[in-house]
């Protein structure tokens, strides 16, 4: 199958509109998880059984669309892409690590392209260092499950280590498929599912970012915790259909830095509407990462302009994305909450309406960079690792047991310490090999500032310091965007020729 065609498939307008109708049932089932809905809801549970039937005919409806994207592999492909913004799904019983809807579209691409599979043989034969470093991943978490198990019995950690495992598997499969796939056609689908999911993203946000603007707390619109606005923010801070706040925000420098690299290196080849989407996701952005309130959010939007001002390939773009990234770090640089902020500068000239002094207090001043609470947490995970058993020090104490609050084990709130208490030091440096391996040809092309794909080297080492940014504050490594970012790494080597492509 030909690069061109696969592209143009993936492009069609039955495939973005698939995308909207996804984005429409989710944002749908979060109103109606705000409602206090769950699959373990009944129908006839009093006041919920009208909102649980509409539930059940939601995730029927998704069933449905699943199905259609199974059936041809750019179809799931594409939709793979797409998937990091679509947030989770109701929690469901016995599937604990069928949460993050790019979890369950990773299922949907095993299966769209299990006949890839078949060459098992020659992927053993290739011994793809990117391969072989997620597998030795895949076994340290493997051993470090089943001795922690046997060590001390708990059941609990049985679990949520064989939940973990079971994605690990998946994702593994996932990868194989792609080293035997033609790289520019995975690479070029998962980037335009991407992008197109971004941008109704962008505009999902744009909605949600005036309602909190301009809807009193009265009204019940906002000031509801993690369901205000649906679940699409908490309380003021916009966090979509994510998470939280910080994952929104990380997500869409992901996002402008994509779109930047699209409109640099692909402008001859944009339609007229496309490239339009695009500029409204490069201008929007800015205004939606500083509207999560996400500090490291808004250091790597800062990262991402300096970046792209510096570099040749990308600099007239980042030009253009400057007066807006500008005046939103200027109105909402010092505030948690963008609707304070504005209310804060409209204070100076509108003060019989909004209190100044008073919104002055909500500014973060000094406590932009504290570390807070997440930093007593830390303080108190690193000397527990330091005391643990040699054993548990090299193969950690179980995969998953780290990222609960509720857990016996610690809990750092940082991605990296998180993995040694899980896997331990072994587990650690597999998983940095991981990354390596698969950003090796990025790194490698930044460095070179070689001419073929440095934009897109660019969006690369944008995404992976804004992560990694991210990765000190949370335990973000299965998050579906995560993943995303992961796979389109893997399949860099079809980068350089997709600027043959259109979008």
């Known amino acids: 199958m030909g690069d061109h065609r696969v592209v143009e498939h993936g492009s069609g307008a039955d495939s973005l509109l698939v995308l909207c109708g996804l984005f429409a049932v989710f944002v749908a089932l979060g109103v109606l998880r705000s409602r206090g809905w769950s699959l373990t809801s009944t129908v006839g549970e009093g006041v919920f059984g009208g909102v649980a039937l509409v539930g059940y005919v939601l995730l029927l409806a998704l069933g449905a669309l699943f199905v259609w994207a199974v059936q041809a592999p750019e179809r799931a492909t594409y939709l793979l892409g797409g998937s990091a913004a679509l947030g989770v799904f109701p929690a469901i019983p016995k599937l604990p690590f069928l949460q993050d809807v790019t979890h369950a579209l990773l299922v949907l691409f095993v299966v769209a392209n299990w006949r890839s599979l078949r060459a098992w043989r020659e992927i053993r034969m290739q011994l793809d260092a990117r391969l072989v470093s997620c597998l030795v991943f895949l076994l340290v978490a493997v051993v470090s499950v089943v001795v922690n198990f046997l060590q001390r019995g708990d059941v609990w950690q049985l679990k949520v280590g064989l939940s973990g495992l079971l994605l690990l598997g998946i994702f593994f499969l996932v990868l194989c498929i792609m080293v035997v796939s033609p790289a520019p056609t995975v690479f070029n689908q998962l980037r335009k599912g991407f992008l197109d999911s971004a941008q109704i993203a962008a505009a999902s946000g744009c909605v949600a970012l005036v309602l909190l603007l301009v809807a009193p707390y009265s009204t019940g619109l906002a000031g509801d915790g993690q369901d205000t606005l649906g679940g699409l923010a908490y309380f003021d801070r916009l966090k979509l259909m994510f998470d939280g706040p910080g994952i929104a925000a990380i997500y869409f420098v992901c996002a402008m830095s994509f779109a930047v690299h699209a409109l640099s290196e692909h402008s001859s080849a944009i339609r007229n509407s496309a490239r339009a989407r695009l500029l409204f996701l490069v201008h929007a952005s800015p205004w939606l990462i500083v509207a999560t309130g996400s500090r490291v959010g808004k250091i790597a939007l800062v990262v991402l302009i300096l970046t792209g001002l510096s570099w040749k390939s990308v600099r007239s773009v980042s030009l253009i994305a400057l007066p807006t990234t500008f005046a939103a770090l200027l109105i909402a640089l010092d505030f948690q909450s963008l609707p304070s902020a504005v209310k804060f500068h409209l204070g100076y000239v509108f003060p019989e309406f909004f209190d100044a002094?008073?919104?002055?207090?909500?500014?973060?001043?000094?406590?932009?960079?504290?570390?807070?609470?997440?930093?007593?947490?830390?303080?108190?995970?690193?000397?527990?690792?330091?005391?643990?058993?040699?054993?548990?020090?090299?193969?950690?104490?179980?995969?998953?047991?780290?990222?609960?609050?509720?857990?016996?084990?610690?809990?750092?709130?940082?991605?990296?310490?998180?993995?040694?208490?899980?896997?331990?030091?072994?587990?650690?440096?597999?998983?940095?090999?991981?990354?390596?391996?698969?950003?090796?040809?990025?790194?490698?092309?930044?460095?070179?500032?070689?001419?073929?794909?440095?934009?897109?080297?660019?969006?690369?080492?944008v995404s992976l310091i804004s992560i990694f940014g991210f990765a000190v504050s949370y335990q973000a490594e299965k998050k579906g965007w995560v993943l995303l970012l992961l796979l389109m790494m893997f399949n860099w080597a079809g980068a350089s020729s997709e600027k043959s492509s259109r979008l």
């Not at 179980?398 to 998180?418: A, E, K, M, R, T």
Request: hydrophobic share 45%.
């Open 357 to 461: 002094s008073t919104l002055e207090k909500l500014r973060l001043g000094d406590r932009f960079l504290a570390l807070e609470e997440r930093g007593d947490l830390l303080y108190q995970a690193i000397p527990a690792v330091g005391e643990a058993p040699l054993l548990n020090q090299v193969i950690g104490m179980g995969y998953g047991v780290s990222g609960y609050s509720s857990s016996l084990y610690p809990s750092p709130h940082n991605q990296f310490i998180g993995l040694i208490v899980q896997v331990g030091v072994l587990g650690f440096a597999s998983y940095f090999l991981f990354w390596l391996t698969c950003s090796w040809r990025v790194l490698s092309s930044a460095w070179r500032f070689s001419s073929s794909g440095v934009g897109a080297s660019w969006a690369f080492c």
